[in-house]
C-alpha cells in the first residue's frame, strides 16, 4: 500500500485569530484566509482559534471544491476553535478535551470557555492512513510568572499520551497546531519526546520564512509589541510535526511561514504566521522512534516536578475556597442571630450576600478539587510511564518499584508467575 | 510472542458501591472483598464505585503480595471511582472522561460529581500485550421515563471510540465494568457492534451465577426492590467483554456471578453482583472483527436518533435559562429604577436575589451550552462513520457525501487526484 513513487503532502496550519467583535477585521482577513486556501491547495489545513462556527461554514462554503471534507471540533461553552479541511476523504474523527485548561473566572484570558483540546481525524492519502492531530494549548500570559504552567504540561502530557495510544495504526503521523510553547519548553520536549514527533522547522533542508522560524513576530500588523518582551524579534510557538511509520518514511521537503504581511493586502491573515510544509512520503523499512529511554525520563522527572508544584499551589487555593466557605457560613450565622437588631430587607441583604459568598466559595472548592484529581492522575501516569522506561533502561523486566500509586513491596519473582 | 501452549487469564470486575456514610456496611464489605480477591487471586480486577481514596488505599495494602500492580483513576469532584488491581505488571495508564454525565443540579443523582470515565491499562500477561478498560457509565434511575439516555448513548460512542482508536496495537482486549445498560439496549449494541468486543455471558459454555447472568437481583441484601420493577427477578448491567487479535484468539471457558449472598457472610459485597471470568488465550490467525457494516450503520442512525433528540431538548434547557438570565436582568433594572420607593436594605436585598438569579440563569446557560457542544460533537462523528461505513458497504471508495459535518458539493472523481 505504501507509495511506489514517492508522495507528497501539502499542510497547513494558522491560528486564525478568529474572537468574533474582538478581533480585528475578522470577515476581511477569513475572506483572505479563504482566498489563500482555495487557490494555495493544501492537501490538509489545520485551522485553530476558528471560534465562530459562523465562520467555519464560510470557509467550508469557500472551500467546497478544492477541500470537500471537513470537520469542526465542538467542545467547551464557545468551542474548541479547531477545524480541518482536507482534500482527502476524512475516514473518522475523535476528540480529547484537556482536563485542565484555566479558570473560569479569569474572565480576561478566556481559555477556560475555549474547551482547549486535541482533534484527530484519519485521513487516507495515496491509500496511506495518515493520522492528523490538530491541537492548541493554553495561552502563557506571563513568561516571568507563569501561573498556567502545570496546566500547558498537564495538556503536554495528555497530548502525548493521545496521541501514542491512537496512533498505532497509521502509516504517518501529522499533528499541527499552536502549541502556545517555545521549542526547547518542557511540554513541547515531553511531546516530541516520547511521541517521536519531529518538527518540520529542525528537519527541512530549505526554509522560507520569518528569522528563527518565528510564528509571533513583532513585524505583523495585529501583534502587540509588549506581549513579545523579552523577546522582541519574535517567538515560535506553532508548529507542523510529522512522524514516520514502519511502511512509511516522512521527509520535509520544504517548509515556509508568512512573513507578517500579506502582498496587495493591507493587512496579514492574523496576528500569527502560517505554516505550510511540503512532506516527501517514501516507502521505508525504518522507523524514526521516540527519544532513548534516558532522555524520555529525564523530561519525564522534570515534568512531573512542576505537576508536583502545581498541586501543592491547587490544594493551598482549595484550602482558601474553604475558608471563604466557612466565611460564608459564619457571617449567616451571625446575621440570622442578629436579626432582631436590623429590619426584615437588611436582614435579607446580608444574608443574601452571605449565601452569594458561601456559594462562590463552594463552587471554587469543587473547580480545585476537580484540578487536584486531574494533577494526581496526571503524576500517577507520569510515575508509572517512569518505571516503564526504567525497566527497560536497565534491560530487567522486574523493576524495584511496581505501583503506579506509589510504591508497594512486590516480590518480583511473583510477578510472571501465576498462582492457581 | 503469542503462548506456546494456552495460557489462561481470569478477570474480576464489581461495583462496589463504595459511597462512604451513605453505602451500608461500607468498611466490613471492603473487608470482604479484600479477602475474596486475595483468596481468589484473580490476574486482574476491575473495581467501579470505589468512591473514596482511603478505601482503595485499604485495599492496596491488603493486596500488596497478590495483586502488587495497581491504578486508581482519578477525575471529576469525587473521583472516576474506578481501579484496577493486577498480578501483571502495569506498563501504562490513560484516561478518557466522558464528556457528557448528567447535571450538577441533580445533586440526589450524584453523577455529575463522580466524573464517569473509561480507564485503561496495558498490562504484559505472558508476553502479550492487554489492553484492559474499566468503565462505569452514567445510571439509569428510569427505565420508563429516562431523562439521561442521550447521555448515556454519548458515553457509549465516546466508550467505543476510545476503544476502537487506542486498541490497535493490543494482542487482546478486556472490558468490564457497570455499563448501567441491558445487554440489548442501544448504547450496548453501539459498543459491541463497532469494537468487535463480545460478552463473556452469551460467549461461554460453563456459566455458574444468577438466572439469566443477572447482576442485580432481588435476591441481594441491599437491593431496592422498586428499583427493579419491571425486572422483577434482576437486570444484567455488568459486564466483562473480550476481544481476539490477529494474533491471540480468545476463548471464555467460564463465566461466574456471586448469587446475592455470601457463605459464612451475613450481607454480600455489594448491591451489585460480582464478575468472574476464566479466559483462555491461545496462539491465532483468526480475529473476530466488528459486526457487518450494514448492523453497524443501522445501530449508528439509531444512536444518531438519539443524539438529535437529546440536543432539541437540551436547545429548550438553554433557551429557557437565557429567559432565567432575562428575568432576573429584568428585575434587577426595575428594582434600581424604583430604589427611591424602598429603603437602602429593602433596594440591597432584591438586587441581591436578582444578581443571583441572573448568575443562575448565566451558569445554566453556560452548562447547557457546552452539553449542546459535546452532541453535536458527537453527531458529527456519528454522521462521519456511518458515511465511512457506507462506503465500505457499497465497496466503492468515494460515497455520494462526504462532509463531516455536513454534506457539501463534491465531485467524486476529484478525491483521489491530488491538483498541483
Redesign the interface.
Known amino acids: 500500500m505504501a507509495p511506489q513513487q514517492p508522495g507528497?503532502l501539502r499542510v497547513f496550519s494558522l491560528n486564525c485569530w478568529g474572537i468574533r467583535f474582538l478581533s480585528k477585521l475578522c470577515a476581511q482577513r477569513y475572506e483572505m484566509i479563504g482566498e489563500l486556501l482555495g487557490r494555495e491547495?493544501h492537501?490538509i489545513a489545520l485551522l485553530q482559534e476558528v471560534w465562530s462556527e459562523r465562520d467555519f461554514l464560510f470557509l467550508?462554503r469557500k472551500l467546497?471544491?478544492?477541500h470537500?471534507?471537513?470537520?469542526?471540533?465542538?467542545?467547551?461553552?464557545i468551542?474548541s476553535g479547531l477545524a480541518v479541511f482536507s482534500?482527502?476523504?476524512?475516514?473518522?474523527?475523535?476528540?480529547?478535551?484537556y482536563?485542565l485548561n484555566g479558570y473560569p473566572y479569569m474572565l480576561s484570558h478566556g481559555d477556560w470557555?475555549g474547551?482547549k483540546a486535541v482533534g484527530?481525524v484519519i485521513v487516507e492519502v495515496f491509500g496511506l492512513k495518515a493520522h492528523v492531530y490538530v491541537t492548541h494549548l493554553h495561552a502563557e500570559y506571563s513568561r516571568a510568572q507563569d501561573g498556567y504552567l502545570p496546566h500547558r504540561i498537564v495538556q503536554s502530557w495528555e497530548l502525548q499520551?493521545f496521541v501514542r495510544?491512537?496512533s498505532?495504526?497509521a502509516d504517518l503521523v501529522i499533528l499541527g497546531g499552536d502549541l502556545n510553547m517555545h521549542p526547547q519548553d518542557l511540554g513541547n520536549r515531553l511531546l516530541r519526546s516520547h511521541t517521536g514527533l519531529r518538527d518540520c522547522y529542525t528537519e527541512t533542508d530549505k526554509f522560507d520564512g520569518c528569522e528563527d522560524g518565528h510564528t509571533l513576530i513583532a513585524n505583523n500588523h495585529f501583534t502587540k509589541k509588549q506581549d513579545l518582551i523579552p523577546f522582541e524579534k519574535g517567538i515560535r510557538i506553532d508548529y507542523i510535526l510529522m512522524k514516520d511509520s514502519q511502511r512509511v518514511s516522512v521527509k520535509c521537503e520544504s517548509l515556509s511561514t508568512t512573513k507578517g504581511s500579506v502582498s496587495d493586502k493591507p493587512f496579514p491573515y492574523s496576528d500569527h504566521e502560517a505554516l505550510m510544509a511540503d512532506l516527501n512520503l517514501l516507502s521505508s523499512q525504518d522507523c524514526t522512534g521516540a527519544l532513548p529511554e534516558s532522555d524520555q525520563m529525564d523530561v519525564v522527572s522534570e515534568a512531573r516536578a512542576v505537576v508536583k508544584e502545581g498541586l501543592s499551589k491547587t490544594e493551598a487555593l482549595r484550602d482558601r475556597s474553604l475558608h471563604l466557605m466557612f466565611a460564608g457560613l459564619l457571617l449567616l450565622l451571625l446575621v440570622l442571630c442578629s436579626s432582631c437588631f436590623?429590619?426584615f430587607?437588611?436582614v435579607?441583604?446580608l444574608?443574601?450576600?452571605c449565601?452569594?459568598i458561601l456559594l462562590s466559595g463552594a463552587l471554587l472548592y469543587?473547580l480545585f478539587?476537580?484540578h487536584i484529581?486531574?494533577l494526581?492522575?496526571t503524576e500517577?501516569?507520569m510515575l508509572?510511564?517512569s518505571q516503564?522506561l526504567q525497566?527497560k533502561l536497565i534491560g530487567c523486566?522486574?523493576s524495584g518499584s511496581?505501583?503506579?500509586?506509589?510504591s508497594?513491596?512486590?516480590?518480583p519473582s511473583?510477578?510472571?508467575k501465576?498462582?492457581?
Do not use: W
Not at 470537500?68 to 461553552?77: A, E, M
Not at 511496581?402 to 506509589?406: E, G, I, L, Q
Not at 508497594?408 to 516480590?411: K, L, S
Open positions: 507528497k491547495q492537501d467550508k467546497s471544491c478544492s470537500p471534507y471537513t470537520h469542526y471540533f465542538k467542545s467547551g461553552v468551542g482534500k482527502h476523504r476524512i475516514q473518522d474523527a475523535l476528540l480529547y478535551q482536563s470557555f474547551g484527530l499520551q495510544h491512537t498505532h495504526g436590623f429590619s430587607s437588611a435579607g441583604f444574608g443574601a450576600v449565601v452569594f469543587m478539587t476537580t484529581k486531574v494526581k492522575e500517577d501516569q508509572l510511564r516503564n525497566t523486566r522486574v511496581s505501583s503506579s500509586d506509589a508497594p513491596e512486590i516480590h511473583s510477578v510472571f501465576r498462582e492457581e
